[in-house]
């Protein structure tokens, strides 16, 4: 069997054994966890004690826990006017979104486009806070909302949530932290981030695909007019019958990234080292984005100048190397990066690496050898200057 190097965890990670036992143990459960029979109270334990364990990994209430079909689908029930805190009447005028984030959340979801406003990146491609500061300035007296990503899915830039987090408080604002690719990954809690709401992934941490949560930090909160309704599932945000086998791998996946997380953390710096100095060693104009930011440890964008990233990832691919030029979500339309340009970078897409619970040193060393023919190769068939 060939052996290939998947290097491209920030789009779907390998589901973990730790996973694949919880999910199998819960389809032998016979049961609607909306039953009040026995076979309907043994699913509903199997759903509580995922949500339990949920709210431990990011310190937050059990009912603050929704679980969704995915990340977008808890943006899209969390990005909306109609979020209020007790007491709160009137709807939240302005949607303030970082430039950098995940495309669901650019797109501002149940907002009207003319109340959502992008806030600038560095040109290391962190949210300018200065910047954040003079839109809620300009935006004083109004309700707002801030979208923010912990960690940008390209970059893997760590994003200053917390401080952001102050100066939208100040104003009376809410904070929705994009929490998708720190989960699991960083410590990502609500003590730690100073969010309002953190939605994030079951299958960017080694948990089955169609699984997601939406976590409210406590009941002051509410979405007055969710987007689905039916049984009152989920304390009445998420109408439908639960997906009791995917959440239970879900909860699994996330226990188990974080009781590893400082020593998984070091080890998947090492790899991404390594990768980089590979990279540098092959091609020294290399230019790796965000280098001058804390990143995430597991995730690497760069661009060789003169070699178009869509070609050399096909070239890798046929080569038994997998990664990504940019976000999974949007490699495949042959669309430009928007994170690469709120940067101010020259290039228009980059190729992504990123690592987890899987990956090897083997991988980085296949890596590096293909990366090295497929340069050669590429670089030997351009004109001369």
Known sequence: MIRRAYLDHNATSPLRQEARA???????????????????????????????????????????????????????????????????????????????????????????????????????????LQALEAALARRAGARAMLALQAVNNETGVIQPVAEAAALVHAASGVVVCDAVQSVGRLETTFATTDADILFFSSHKLGGPMGVGALAFRDDSLHVESPMLRGGGQEFGRRAGTENVAGIAGFAAALSAATAELASE?????????????????????????GLGAPRAPNASAFAIPGLAPRTM?????????????????????????????????????ALRASFGWSSTQEDVEQFGKVLAHVVDRMRSRQPAA
């Open 265 to 289: 953390g070091a080890r998947l710096a090492r790899l991404r080292d390594g990768l980089e100095r590979q990279v540098l060693k092959i091609a020294p104009d290399t230019r790796i984005y």
């Open 313 to 349: 990832l096909m070239a890798l691919d046929l080569e038994n190397v997998a990664l990504s030029a940019g976000s999974a979500c949007s490699s495949g339309k042959m669309m430009e990066s928007h994170v690469l340009a709120a940067m101010g970078a020259a290039e228009k897409e």
């Open 22 to 128: 919880a999910m199998l143990e819960a389809l032998e459960t016979l049961g609607n966890p909306s039953s009040v029979h026995a076979e309907g109270r043994a699913a509903k334990a199997l759903l509580e004690d995922a949500r339990a364990a949920v709210a431990r990994a990011i310190g937050g209430p059990r009912r603050g826990i929704v679980f969704t079909s995915g990340a977008t689908e808890a943006a899209s029930l969390a990005l909306s006017p109609w979020l209020r805190r007790e007491g709160e009447a009137a709807p939240i005028e302005v949607l303030l979104v970082g430039a950098g984030e995940h495309l669901c959340v650019l797109q501002g979801h149940r907002f009207p486009r003319e109340a959502v406003e992008n806030v600038p990146l560095t040109a290391e491609g962190v949210i300018s």
